[in-house]
């Protein structure tokens, strides 16, 4: 019954005709909503975004919460730029706060209705009346509905009403999410001011955030049952709330289905309550009189949660003192329909990022200055990479002049040093907030110094501003940055793209041919042992089990393919926890490396897989266009034993379009707003018969009933998983976080300059969600875990996941799961000896918080997130600085200074400048060229990782020589091989924690033992094996 009501609604809502009466009504609220923001605002309410007002939202919510004078204006006058307004701030700082956030409410309303008026600044009345998603119809004057609805009017205590006109309401929302299965249902009132109702209707009643200020004006009973949504059963409490319309000089008075359940009788206010009491679902202040004392002038009924609440009228009246004005509108029912119908080819998506960005050092006038020379140092720790790129370029001009240097980089990349050597002198940079980075650059430049300015002007492309470079001069910048590696098909890949060696392809005028020199050296650091490494260029190389050193050939160069490396590991899929203390302070960055590796079941294995297309106003143009290009690459990427189906949504509608040819995809109409749960509701009503249903939304995150939606998403989630792609540039990309989160999937941001990476983002399975980590710190007194990813998202077979944290005195954590319906536990642990020392662990670390804070989610809500956004932001500056890691805050600054009287005569020394970045951590073994890499049958016959690293250490020539020394060697070796059989724990002590070198020599007995050695005991424990 209750899905045929839901039918008979849409129906309703997708009709052709409005009558007159409601239709007059529809344009009074639409105006008051409009007319309300035009007297307050400074600018058009299309010129705010909802990001914007997120901003705004969060802002107030960290202002409500911070005491100090200074720190709340400071963040006032941050929400005044945000959000420009002629209104005059009340004195209480809860008053000003609750009227902006009332404020933001009702912009996002507006905002809302645009888009689902298909952005038309001056819709039809029918297209107004569309877009509230809500059933409206008069009720006769003379009817028994009306008799009845009057009947709850009635009140002897107030002054004589009349009523202008009641309408029906039905919300389409409401009615699939309002629980009848409480009891206890009874006809209650609401009030607000005429303004508040577009935004009501369209959406419905929602929780407040703040209580001291309610609807515009102040309450008698301000906050007493805290954060609720109020009701009354009497008029005269009613009025107390309204206003007078600017428009007609009616009120407006909402009768709603309030489910109480058990309600729960307050004699005494109580402003912490979030929930009723236990065991109920509902409270109700009892009104103070002659014999009863309490807290209440009215009787208050209050619910706390939204599916409690179903509208049912809207109630127009006025009072004895209010004047009636003229309001005739214009009512119209054309309805414009927008076709956005064509195919959609996939020829253009095969273009690199990079392709849009020219790389190098450009002068004033865009022409990239000669580059004499590219050499790369890298360092590869488990699954991260720190790399260290040196550029040459020379200014072959005859003044001086102001280049601007382009680095492309990935995404994932995140620079933490720059360097630059000219004339003999090296400037290193520094990071600092960006306008005083700014300040100093420009200063250095007026006063005829060298100065280097580093901005990211986007995630993935840096911009250095080089000013007054020499003419003649050769300048030496090197460039630090750390990443992730990427891990593929069970393969970890390293890559490194062309653009940082940007060629000049055809010379200019009187410039010279340029001679590509290149270099590239690498260290590879791993847990487990080294298989199957592939290089896209010629290397020499030594390697041990776990440790790998490469080096490109002299005549290799580096092209617009770049370099590519690739590995695997013998236990890929084991979880590690690396753990690294600073060498400075007493401070431990810790990483934990899951890559799961989940036996499919018929549980949980895929049985089909639905493409949603949000084709709402926001979406309209390049977004429409991206969207079907993704789906397109999807359904190419997809098993063809899947089931598949697409659909597209908006406003009340949706469609599943033909299957498409393999390269192309139609676009249906564009239009409305985003309304997610009505296809949402529709595939839930007819779960998969077996396995899990994937769900693959692409959208832009400006949904509509969010609550509603991320409750649906939850209750569903054991048989339909959520996947969500954004993709326009004002994405919510909160709200598609939280919808990947409660569906148990997982969420992508695709860029438009990324489109050839889209082929490799697919969904996964089967999958792990609710996904925590605990960490173990033995230290009672230690401050608490700093863990980026804050929230993580499920974790799937064969992808891996890295978590970060700044936890000290930390040796253990665990994580927890559910795995179709099982919980799962997988601890992770390392010893001291294990610890590392350094600082590359720690700059990974700050990369990924900075990173989390940017673009991670840091709260429930997105008005919690973005206040936590404002709490963090010093945090985040302070760690940007000191592990110069560049944030949205932050710049690299670097300032040479010159003497005018004395110019610079000195030389660069490059070669030894790029022979300082040594990367060699074999420096005892011989190069092997990649294709003579062949051991004897002797070496191969040898098993066990420990066994290989000895015998590596040996030259091949001493076994074809056999010296006088081999018998000791062996007699060694042999004892090492019964060592690892016996005492696994020697093995990973000499390959985590100690000098790999020492150790080595001192179990050959070169070296003695130190008396404090972790070996000693095991070599005592040994019999019958002599000890060199």
């Given at each position: 019954v209750l899905c045929n009501w839901q039918l008979l609604l849409e129906e309703k809502l997708n009709c052709s005709t409005v009558t007159q009466e409601v239709g007059t009504f529809v344009e009074l609220i639409w105006t008051e909503a409009l007319g309300s923001l035009n007297s307050i605002l400074t600018v058009p309410v299309s010129s705010i975004s909802l990001n914007d007002v997120s901003r705004v939202e969060g802002l107030l919510l960290q202002a409500q919460k911070r005491e100090g004078e200074d720190e709340v204006k400071a963040l006032l006058d941050e929400v005044k730029t945000l959000l420009p307004l002629v209104m005059v701030d009340p004195d209480s700082k809860q008053k000003l706060i609750s009227q902006k956030l009332d404020l933001c409410q009702l912009i996002?309303?507006?905002?809302?209705?645009?888009?689902?008026?298909?952005?038309?600044?001056?819709?039809?009345?029918?297209?107004?009346?569309?877009?509230?998603?809500?059933?409206?119809?008069q009720v006769p004057p003379q009817s028994p509905e009306f008799q009845s609805v009057s009947q709850l009017l009635q009140d002897r205590y107030v002054q004589p009403v009349k009523i202008q006109q009641i309408l029906r309401v039905s919300r389409g929302a409401e009615v699939h999410m309002f629980k009848e299965e409480i009891g206890n249902i009874k006809p209650l009132l609401h009030s607000s001011r005429p303004s508040s109702f577009m935004g009501i209707l369209s959406r419905g009643l929602l929780l407040p955030r703040v209580g001291v200020e309610q609807h515009g004006i102040e309450r008698t009973d301000v906050g007493n049952l805290g954060s609720g949504i109020y009701f009354s059963d009497s008029l005269c409490t009613s009025i107390k709330y309204?206003?007078?319309?600017?428009?007609?000089?009616?009120?407006l008075l909402l009768v709603c289905d309030v489910a109480l359940g058990q309600c729960k009788d307050l004699h005494w206010r109580d402003i912490t309550l979030t929930r009723a009491p236990e065991g109920y679902s509902s409270v109700h202040g009892v009104q103070q009189t002659q014999n009863t004392h309490t807290d209440f002038e009215d009787d208050e009924y209050v619910v706390y949660n939204t599916d409690q609440v179903r509208i049912k009228y809207v109630v127009r009246y006025t009072l004895e003192e209010d004047q009636m004005k003229s309001f005739q509108p214009h009512v119209d029912t054309i309805y414009p329909i927008h076709h956005f119908s064509h195919f959609v080819q996939i020829s253009d998506l095969t273009m690199s990022f990079f392709d849009y960005v020219t790389a190098g050092l450009l002068d004033s006038s865009g022409q990239t200055l000669p580059l004499q020379a590219v050499h790369v140092r890298c360092k590869l720790m488990d699954l991260l990479s720190q790399v260290i790129i040196f550029q040459t370029y020379t200014n072959n001009s005859t003044v001086p002049i102001e280049a601007k240097y382009v680095f492309p980089l990935e995404e994932?990349?995140?620079?933490?040093?720059?360097?630059?050597?000219?004339?003999?002198?090296?400037?290193?940079?520094?990071?600092?907030?960006?306008?005083?980075?700014?300040?100093?650059?420009?200063?250095?430049?007026?006063?005829?110094?060298?100065?280097?300015?580093?901005?990211?002007?986007?995630?993935?492309?840096?911009?250095?501003?080089?000013?007054?470079?020499?003419?003649?001069?050769?300048?030496?910048?090197?460039?630090?940055?750390?990443?992730?590696?990427?891990?593929?098909?069970?393969?970890?890949?390293?890559?490194?793209?062309?653009?940082?060696?940007?060629?000049?392809?055809?010379?200019?005028?009187?410039q010279r041919t340029q001679v590509q020199e290149f270099s590239l050296s690498m260290s590879i650091e791993m847990p487990y042992e080294i298989k199957d490494l592939e290089c896209s260029h010629r290397i020499q190389i030594k390697r041990t089990d776990c440790k790998a050193v490469v080096s490109?050939?002299?005549?290799?160069?580096?092209?617009?393919?770049?370099?590519?490396?690739?590995?695997?590991?013998?236990?890929?899929?084991?979880?590690?926890?690396?753990v690294e203390k600073h060498p400075d302070k007493d401070s431990e960055?810790?990483?934990?490396?899951?890559?799961?590796?989940?036996?499919?079941?018929?549980?949980?294995?895929?049985?089909?897989?639905?493409?949603?297309?949000?084709?709402?106003?926001?979406?309209?143009?390049?977004?429409?266009?991206?969207?079907?290009?993704?789906?397109?690459?999807?359904?190419?990427?997809?098993?063809?034993?899947?089931?598949?189906?697409?659909?597209?949504?908006?406003?009340?509608?949706?469609?599943?379009?033909?299957?498409?040819?393999?390269?192309?995809?139609?676009?249906?109409?564009?239009?409305?707003?985003?309304?997610?749960?009505?296809?949402?509701?529709?595939?839930n009503l007819l779960p998969p018969s077996h396995g899990v249903r994937n769900v693959l939304l692409v959208s832009d995150g400006h949904v509509q009933n969010q609550p509603q939606t991320l409750q649906m998403v939850r209750e569903n989630a054991r048989h339909t998983r959520l996947f969500t792609c954004g993709l326009s540039p004002t994405a919510n990309r909160h709200m598609l976080r939280a919808l990947a989160?409660?569906?148990?999937?997982?969420?992508?941001?695709?860029?438009?300059?990324?489109?050839?990476?889209?082929?490799?983002?697919?969904?996964?399975?089967?999958?792990?969600s609710s996904v925590a980590v605990k960490w173990q710190q033995f230290s009672p007194t230690a401050p608490s875990p700093v863990q980026a990813p804050s929230q993580l998202h499920a974790l799937f077979s064969d992808c891996h996941t890295l978590v970060y944290g700044f936890v000290p005195h930390c040796t253990q954590a665990t994580l927890f799961g559910d795995l179709s319906g099982q919980e799962i536990k997988t601890m992770v642990s390392t010893t001291e000896l294990q610890k590392t020392r350094g600082t590359f662990l720690h700059k990974l670390t700050a990369r990924a918080i900075i990173r989390d804070y940017e673009d991670g989610s840091l709260g429930s809500s997105e008005a919690e997130h973005e206040g936590k956004k404002a709490e963090l932001k010093s945090y985040i500056i302070e760690l940007s600085k000191e592990f110069s890691i560049l944030s949205q805050f932050t710049s690299f600054v670097a300032i040479e200074e010159r003497d005018k009287d004395q110019p610079d005569s000195g030389i660069t020394d490059v070669p030894k400048i790029i022979a300082e970045e040594d990367v060699d951590i074999l420096?005892?073994?011989?190069?092997?060229?990649?294709?003579?890499?062949?051991?004897?049958?002797?070496?191969?016959d040898f098993t066990g990782s420990f066994r290989n690293k000895m015998l590596i250490l040996i030259s091949v020539n001493?076994?074809?020589?056999?010296?006088?020394?081999?018998?000791?060697?062996?007699?060694?070796?042999?004892?090492?091989?019964?060592?690892?059989?016996?005492?696994?724990?020697?093995?990973?002590?000499?390959?985590?924690?100690?000098?790999?070198?020492s150790c080595t020599r001192q179990l050959l007995g070169l070296d003695s033992l130190p008396p404090c050695s972790p070996l000693t005991p095991v070599l005592q424990r040994s019999t019958g094996i002599s000890v060199m």
């Open positions: 996002r309303d507006i905002l809302n209705m645009s888009e689902a008026t298909l952005g038309n600044p001056s819709p039809s009345s029918l297209g107004k009346y569309r877009a509230l998603r809500c059933s409206i119809d309204s206003k007078p319309s600017e428009m007609d000089g009616s009120r994932t990349a995140a620079v933490c040093g720059f360097e630059a050597f000219i004339n003999g002198k090296h400037v290193i940079g520094k990071v600092k907030e960006k306008e005083q980075a700014r300040k100093e650059y420009r200063q250095a430049i007026e006063k005829g110094h060298g100065a280097y300015l580093m901005d990211q002007d986007a995630p993935d492309v840096f911009t250095i501003s080089v000013g007054n470079l020499p003419p003649g001069a050769t300048v030496l910048i090197k460039v630090t940055f750390v990443t992730e590696l990427v891990v593929r098909a069970g393969s970890i890949l390293f890559s490194l793209p062309g653009s940082v060696a940007p060629w000049q392809q055809s010379a200019a005028l009187n490109t050939k002299p005549e290799q160069t580096l092209n617009t393919d770049g370099f590519q490396l690739s590995f695997t590991l013998s236990q890929i899929h084991m979880p590690r926890m690396w960055a810790c990483m934990l490396v899951f890559y799961p590796d989940f036996e499919s079941t018929g549980v949980s294995s895929v049985s089909d897989v639905v493409i949603l297309l949000d084709t709402s106003e926001s979406m309209r143009g390049e977004a429409t266009l991206n969207a079907r290009r993704l789906a397109i690459k999807v359904l190419n990427s997809l098993d063809r034993s899947l089931r598949v189906n697409i659909i597209s949504f908006g406003t009340g509608q949706y469609s599943t379009p033909e299957q498409p040819p393999s390269n192309t995809l139609s676009s249906p109409a564009v239009g409305g707003s985003t309304e997610l749960w009505r296809p949402l509701r529709s595939l989160q409660a569906g148990g999937g997982a969420f992508e941001f695709f860029d438009t300059k990324k489109k050839h990476t889209w082929s490799e983002k697919c969904m996964a399975s089967p999958g792990c420096p005892y073994m011989g190069w092997t060229e990649e294709e003579d890499m062949i051991v004897d049958n002797e070496v191969r001493i076994y074809k020589s056999l010296p006088a020394c081999y018998d000791a060697v062996k007699k060694a070796v042999d004892w090492v091989c019964w060592a690892d059989r016996q005492y696994p724990c020697v093995c990973s002590r000499l390959e985590f924690g100690l000098n790999w070198e």
